[in-house]
C-alpha cells in the first residue's frame, strides 16, 4: 500500500517595514493511506483556522506519496507519569531521570528555553562537547515523517500528548540519542516529559507556570556513539510509523 505524508504549516506576519516577519502559528504532520488524504488535510486546514494564537496570513500544505518499503515500524515507549506540586519539582525530578547527561544542561536550561522558543525546531545539543550541533541555530532540527500506525483519527485540535509520544518514540531511536528534554512552549499546557530507549516516556505532569511560553525541545546527543549528520538525517527524513 501507498502511504502519504501531509505536513502543515501556518504562519503570521507580525511587525511593521522592515521589521516584519513571519511567526509561526501552528503546524502538523500525518502520515496516512490514499483514502485518508482528504478528511486529514481539511481538518489540518480547520486547525490552522482555528488556532488560539490567531489568523493565519499563509497555511501550507505540502502532500507527498511514499512507498511503504521506506517505512520503519517502532512500538511506542512505555508511558509512565509523574506528578509534582510545583514546576520547580518538575524540573528537579527531570534533571534526576536523565542523570548525568543532564548535567551541562541543568545551570543553563532557562537559557536553552528562551533560545529555542522561536525555533521550529529542537536544539541538538553534543553532551560530550557542551555544544550545539543543529546546522542552522535558528531553525534547530526537525524531528519529521513519522505518525501513529492504522491511526485514522482526524484531528483538527492538537493532542499534545498524542502528538509527543510519536516524536518521543523516533527520537529515542536516532543514532547517538541520550535522552530528550520537552516543556511545551504553549503557554496554556504545563505538562513535559523526558524520554528515551531507557528510561521510556516520562510524562512530568507540570514542568512550567502557566502563562510562561518558553518552551521548547532539547535533544541530547553523544557524538561518541554516533556522527551528527546520521541522527539529523534519520530524525529529519525517515519515515516511521508507532504502534502506539
Ligand atoms: C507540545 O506539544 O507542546 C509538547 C508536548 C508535551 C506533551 C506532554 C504530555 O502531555 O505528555
Redesign the pocket.
Known amino acids: 500500500m501507498d502511504y502519504y505524508s501531509l505536513k502543515m504549516r501556518a504562519s503570521q506576519q507580525v511587525g511593521e517595514g522592515e521589521q516584519k516577519y513571519e511567526q509561526h502559528i501552528s503546524g502538523a504532520e500525518r502520515i496516512v493511506g490514499h483514502d485518508n488524504v482528504e478528511a486529514v488535510c481539511a481538518a489540518m486546514v480547520r486547525r490552522a483556522l482555528t488556532h488560539s494564537k490567531g489568523d493565519p496570513d499563509f497555511i501550507n500544505v505540502k502532500i507527498e506519496k511514499i512507498s511503504e518499503d521506506d517505512i520503519q515500524i517502532l512500538d511506542a515507549l512505555p508511558?509512565t507519569r509523574i506528578d509534582v506540586d510545583t514546576w520547580q519539582q518538575g524540573r528537579d525530578k527531570a534533571f534526576e531521570l536523565i542523570g548525568e547527561a543532564a548535567v551541562g544542561i541543568r545551570e543553563k536550561l532557562p537559557e536553552l528555553l528562551r533560545e529555542t522558543f522561536p525555533m521550529r525546531g529542537a536544539m541538538l545539543y553534543d553532551i560530550a562537547t557542551g555544544t550545539r550541533l543543529e546546522p542552522d541555530h535558528e531553525r534547530g532540527v526537525r524531528a519529521t515523517y513519522m505518525d501513529a500506525l492504522h491511526s485514522s483519527v482526524v484531528d483538527s485540535q492538537?493532542n499534545?500528548?498524542n502528538?509527543?509520544?510519536v516524536l518521543a518514540t523516533k527520537v529515542a531511536n536516532a543514532p547517538g540519542m541520550v535522552a530528550e528534554f520537552?516543556?511545551?512552549?504553549?503557554p496554556n499546557?504545563v505538562?513535559?516529559?523526558v524520554a528515551s530507549k531507557e528510561l521510556g516516556?516520562v510524562?512530568i505532569m507540570k514542568m512550567k507556570e502557566m502563562g510562561d511560553e518558553n518552551?521548547g525541545?532539547i535533544f541530547l546527543f553523544d557524538s561518541r556513539k554516533a556522527k551528527a549528520e546520521d541522527c539529523i538525517n534519520y530524525l529529519q527524513k525517515k519515515k516511521v510509523l508507532i504502534k502506539v
Not at 520537552?182 to 504553549?186: A, G
Request: proline share 0%.
Open positions: 508511558v492538537k499534545h500528548f502528538e509527543a509520544i520537552c516543556i511545551s512552549d504553549d499546557y505538562t513535559g516529559y516516556y510524562r518552551g525541545r
